[in-house]
């Protein structure tokens, strides 16, 4: 689903993206431990219907941490070709540095 989503963006993502570490990706993933654990419980005592809920957000939550650092590691100065038709429709130039630091804060 992650790569299917990096088409999506208006920007390349940086090839190192996977290795970008943030602080929160470790809160998420303790959550997802702690959330497989559940997981694993409910299907031992044969609640299978809420073990198949947790399961589920268990894949949006990963999905969720892989999408985050995606936006993290969008790179400004590699707009995809959507992007650039869309900055020459509307007369904006993609390399003034007062537009990069828009799109950063964004």
């Known amino acids: 689903m992650v790569q299917l989503k990096k088409h999506d963006f208006s920007f390349e993502v940086k090839d190192e993206w996977r290795n970008f570490y943030l602080p929160e990706c470790d809160d998420v993933d ?27 957000k268990i894949k949006e939550t990963k999905y969720a941490k892989e999408h985050l650092k995606l936006v993290m590691n969008l790179d400004f100065k590699r707009p995809t070709e959507k992007m650039l038709k869309l900055a020459r ?15 950063k804060k964004l």
């Open 30 to 56: 303790n959550i997802v431990n702690n959330t497989i654990e559940t997981y694993r419980i409910l299907k031992k005592v044969g609640k299978f219907k809420e073990a198949e809920m947790v399961r589920e």
């Open 89 to 103: 429709d509307n007369n904006i130039d993609l390399e003034s540095q007062a537009v990069l630091n828009e799109f």
